[in-house]
T-cell receptor, first 115, second 113 residues
Framework: SQTIHQWPATLVQPVGSPLSLECTVE??????LYWYRQAAGRGLQLLFY??????ISSEVPQNLSASRPQDRQFILSSKKLLLSDSGFYLC??????????????FGSGTQLSVL | GENVEQHPSTLSVQEGDSAVIKCTYS??????FPWYKQELGKGPQLIID?????GEKKDQRIAVTLNKTAKHFSLHITETQPEDSAVYFC????????????FGAGTQVVVTP
């Protein structure tokens, strides 16, 4: 069966510090990968998605970047964190079926607090 | 682009009663509608989904209905239990969107014993 791992679970970082959140998927190959952000008490906003190694699409302009160095690894980064980067970050994956929509499965999330 | 509106934002029900959450979408090309349940501090969990070629789908105490003409879909939970307390999100996507989901704002459901 497929599993998705996301870490760390919680992170407290000072403003201006770098960020690296990692996500890996097991039990499948060539998945579509996604990073979502959820502000407190709010819905989910798509930040980045990837349909293959090195292929990243950004949905909103921001202080963050994403990379996919391996087939089942997705990394969210920032060079200098802002207060507004605080939130609950969720990695997700889906089976790749060309451009058809498939079930999306989420990781357990990282609660990021920028102070 | 797609816009999904979800109502109500909070819903309190007595244990054993039914709960209904409604969502509307704007893009007539949307053809996939999942529902997620999120417990505090955890990632959303897919609980049921429906595609546009189906009007209704049921899984034990959970059912989803879809009205393509009116562009709305609903989640129905029957015989609610305290463990149904969570935030529920509806979402929509269309073929060609690479699986990207547009989410509603969420509904906080509280089931009181």
């Amino acid at each position: 069966s497929q599993t998705i791992h996301q870490w760390p679970a919680t992170l407290v970082q000072p403003v201006g510090s770098p960020l690296s959140l990692e996500c890996t998927v097991e039990g499948t190959s060539n998945p579509n990968l996604y990073w979502y952000r959820q502000a407190a008490g709010r819905g989910l906003q798509l930040l980045f998605y990837s349909v293959g190694i090195g292929q990243i699409s950004s949905e909103v302009p921001q202080n963050l970047s994403a990379s996919r160095p391996q087939d089942r690894q997705f990394i969210l980064s920032s060079k200098k964190l802002l207060l507004s980067d605080s939130g609950f970050y969720l990695c997700a994956w889906s089976v790749s079926r060309g451009f058809t929509n498939e079930k999306l499965f989420f990781g357990s999330g990282t609660q990021l607090s920028v102070l | 682009g797609e816009n999904v509106e979800q109502h109500p934002s909070t819903l309190s029900v007595q244990e054993g009663d039914s709960a209904v959450i409604k969502c509307t979408y704007s893009d007539s090309a949307s053809n996939y509608f999942p529902w997620y349940k999120q417990e505090l501090g955890k990632g959303p969990q897919l609980i049921i989904d429906i595609r546009s070629n189906v009007g209704e789908k049921k899984d034990q105490r959970i059912a989803v209905t879809l009205n393509k003409t009116a562009k709305h879909f609903s989640l129905h939970i029957t015989e609610t239990q305290p463990e149904d307390s969570a935030v529920y999100f509806c979402a929509a996507s269309s073929t060609g969107s690479w699986g990207k989901l547009q989410f509603g704002a969420g509904t906080q459901v509280v089931v009181t014993p």
